[in-house]
């Protein structure tokens, strides 16, 4: 019988229990992760491969070129990469200090960065680290000058993907003693980060901020600014006018540890579209690749990294699928993922600290799981698939450099990806909205 019925399209079942839950709880659903919405991106594109008119490189033995300089601009040292996808800013507080360690472990082993996301710079980051970014952000949490000082790169966030216009969230049952003493905050007590930064209201003040930052560091770390997929065009522009030395760009699929499932399905844009507005903007500067681009947000797997660089970033940044590697969702201690009511695959409950692979923990018990000298194995492995993958691709369209990928490589598979990439729709030279 229940095969005959037919769902309603406004009211489906899930969104009647949301209903019913609000009704019964009065407040707002948290979570971690990223959209669960199907939105245009990377999938909805492919390349088109060398045939007569261009020629393929031949496989393994011409080489393809993968290293990237992020924040030559004005810095007196920029830092010089291996690889061009980096690790995205997750804080010690959201992640245990095993996570930290595995990610710098990892991302040394590869010559890339990781980044250190919202609560301050912890000693097994810093020294597992080979290039770390230090997260300037508006709560302040943890920052000091020689922290500052002891960072590769600052990274100015004002957005985040996952929730632009808000601010950080992190729950009491995270807050153990450290994290507590490393952000001035009592233990055990739910942590919200402010939305702006308290000392500068626009883009003025920002050019005030970055030059203290430059002095600060003595005009030697690249000043990275992070936004989210709002207003890209004019966000990369003011960013570049302030002094950026990098642009960070963090689309509507970024994840986040814990922020209202509202704002993770209904605020910014979808990473594809926010990229080619940030790449105009760039362009109209006369400044794409002078101030360098790093695209985040949906980034899984070497062919996305491809198109994202074909399309115009300089270079991308993971988070989400870092945490994938890390055994985030993997189908391990089964029983403990049904107590939280789920099941692996399906697991968003980063905000518990509940995490049962001991990720996105801050639970000693918990945290053992996760071994950091195995885990930052299992993110050089990563890492090391995402380059090989993009090479190849580079490659099969007759790069000799990963950042000679062009949108001329490019055909979208759906009028919306064709619109937003302003690549051609496939089999035609119909771009959606240009004449």
């Known amino acids: 019988m229940k095969k005959d019925l037919k769902e309603f399209k406004t009211f489906p079942s899930s969104t009647i229990k949301e209903i019913q839950r609000a009704a019964n709880e009065g407040i707002y659903q948290i979570r971690g992760l990223g959209a669960k919405r199907k939105v245009p991106d990377f999938d909805d594109l492919v390349f088109l491969g060398a045939s007569m008119s261009r020629y393929p490189l031949e496989g393994y033995r011409e080489t393809c070129n993968t290293s990237v300089i992020l924040g030559d601009r004005f810095a007196k040292k920029p830092i010089k990469l291996d690889i061009p996808i980096t690790i995205a800013g997750m804080s010690f507080g959201a992640l245990g200090a095993n996570a930290k360690e595995a990610l710098g472990r990892g991302a040394s082993e590869m010559g890339t960065s990781t980044t250190t996301g919202d609560g301050g710079m912890t000693q097994e980051e810093r020294g597992s680290s080979k290039y770390l970014v230090y997260q300037l952000l508006p709560s302040r949490y943890g920052m000091n000058p020689d922290d500052l000082r002891k960072a590769d790169a600052i ?105 209202q499932d509202v704002f993770i399905e209904h605020v910014g844009i979808p990473t594809l579209g926010a990229l080619r507005e940030a790449v105009d903007a760039l362009k109209e500067l006369n400044m794409h690749r002078k101030v360098q681009l790093v695209v985040s947000g ?103 450099d990963v950042r000679n990928l062009e949108p001329e490589d490019l055909a979208a598979l759906t009028v919306e990806a064709a619109a937003m990439a302003r690549v051609p729709l496939a089999g035609t030279d119909w771009i959606p909205g240009k004449k």
């Not at 789920?342 to 945290?367: F, N, S």
């Open 298 to 400: 949906g980034i899984r797997t070497g062919a996305d990294v491809a198109k994202a660089m074909a399309m115009g970033a300089d270079a991308v940044s993971i988070g989400s699928a870092a945490m994938m590697a890390l055994n985030c969702n993997a189908d391990l201690y089964v029983e403990d993922y049904k107590k939280l009511g789920t099941e692996p695959g399906y697991c968003h409950h980063c905000h518990t600290g509940k995490c049962p692979v001991g990720v996105a923990t801050q639970d000693p018990e918990l945290e053992k799981r996760l071994n950091p000298i195995e885990a930052g194995k299992r993110i050089k492995n990563y890492l090391t698939t995402l380059t090989l993958e993009l090479q190849t691709l580079a490659r099969a369209n007759g790069k000799s």
């Open 155 to 259: 990274e100015v966030v004002v957005g985040q993907g996952a929730k632009p216009g808000g601010g950080g969230m992190l729950l009491g049952q995270k807050i153990n003693k450290r994290v507590a003493g490393m952000r001035t905050l009592p233990e055990g007590i739910d942590q919200r980060s402010a939305c702006r930064h308290p000392d500068w209201t626009g883009p003025d003040d920002l050019e005030i901020k970055i030059q203290e930052l430059r002095e600060i560091t003595n005009w030697e770390k690249p000043i990275y600014i992070k936004v989210g997929a709002a207003r890209p065009y004019y966000d990369t522009t003011l960013a570049v006018k302030a002094g950026a030395d990098v642009v960070v760009l963090d689309g509507m699929q970024g994840g986040t540890a814990a922020t």
